[in-house]
């Protein structure tokens, strides 16, 4: 019997370690480096320096101290021979620190048990359990964390359990760029037998960058070095692109442990509202392939390593040889950019060497300046760089100029049997008309449906009653008192159906 256990034990350590990138010692509760969070395998288990949410508790501790709200995440891993690995995670943070827990299990298919001659005398399996606890705080670009973990094993009727810790770390060296570093798994488990084994322990190391464009599209890449309890260096790397609701991930692992079984990862996300469904493969060269699928609700929650808002409502004043600048604050902001657009087609230049942290500015003799375009940016907790508002324009002539907000709430009801798009007006004061336009493909080709109105809806007739989807957006005009012109942004779209 304990023969069987043992040789059991070391056949479930050989594959998860292998397959998972783990160390080819004898560590116990190896279950530990199989990546739980379906994004993050995607990504080939990077996150020591990019981890969201609960995942902080998984690579990083510091990173929980970037998240705002909460965060609720289940994970399942289908793995090899019918091994199933689950995870259920809870998180809540605020601006500078934040706490969470997860529960981790892994469970085998039951396995035939035979005495010395051969005969089948019954059946076992393994089981395992990992309870975790962590929070991390920050000041300024620099934030610490620390895990607490109750790891347990049981296999045929023998138990190994023990506690074990991680801590790490989360800088920011500049914009967009994260750096992180953590040292996990470390403890002692007690003995199936005479001898106690180790916890798996880690050290991780690794850089990412993440930002957002005006297209609405974000990228994030990382790169993570770890070095297992008694195996060779590992290189990961991950990126992640994401447009609209629809996030792609790539990654791929390097060692010398694993010969010609280097791994490659894919993974998908799809967002719908405050829930992400994720799903991620891992081809496990010469072993056969995993898949994991995850979700996750955030309710309101704000990462801070993402842009929190845009400043909207800028307005410029004219003053002596002064202009005066001012928007509406971004909430949870720690300060904002300020760009000025000097000629037309030129790029913007970021004004200062630190970011404002009021919600106005002088600028000093730029009423000598011809025309000027003018945006602002806001920064996140973590000093991370939101994108820019649209941009106001502000012509030589004029005194004062407000920007003309994109219409908001635009939204296709049914009245009496007919489709009505219908839309709120944005900020920019009295005097806007409406123009409606749609097109095929989402952010390109829109043309017209119609003159210039006053009414914040119209009627849909037959007309516009397509065979195929159609993408429908709302821009504001104005035409000012001293006689310039002014366009809004196009509002976000309405998905126009077929009936």
Sequence with gaps: MTRLAAAWLALMAAPLGAATFGSPGTSGAEFLELPASARAAGLAGTGVALARGVEGLEYNPARLALLSGWDLAADHLSYLEGINLEQLGLAWGQPGRGLGMDVRTLASPQIPQTDALGNQTGTFNEQDLAVSLGGGMSWGDLALGVTGRWVQQQLAGYSSSGPEADVGLAWQPWPGWRVGAAAQHLGTLSAYSAVADPTPMLLRGGVGWEGAFDSGISLSMEADAEQPRGGSVQVRGGAELGWSVLFLRLGGLWSQDYDARQTSTLGVGLKLGEVTLDYAFADLTGLGATQRFGISWRPGAVLAARPRGVPSRLRALRQGEDLQLSWSPVAGSRGYWVYVRKAHGADPVRLGKAPIQASSVRLRRAASMGDLG??????????????????????????????????????????????????????????????????????????????????????????????????????????????????????????????
């Design 374 to 499: 003018l945006a602002v940016s806001s920064l996140a907790e973590d000093g991370s760089e939101g994108p820019r508002s649209d941009e106001l324009k502000v012509e030589a002539h004029q005194s004062s100029a407000e920007a003309l907000e994109a219409p908001q709430a635009v939204r296709i009801i049914r009245q009496g049997g007919k489709r009505i798009l219908t839309w709120a007006p944005g900020a920019g004061g009295d005097g806007q008309r409406f123009v409606v336009l749609a097109g095929r493909r989402s952010g390109s080709g829109y043309k017209a449906l119609g003159p210039p109105q006053e009414a914040t809806r119209l009627e849909l007739d037959p007309a516009h009653e397509w065979k195929d989807v159609r993408f429908v957006v709302v821009q504001a005009l104005r035409r000012p008192a001293d006689g310039t012109s002014q366009e809004s942004p196009l509002s976000d779209e309405a998905v126009l159906s077929p009936r």
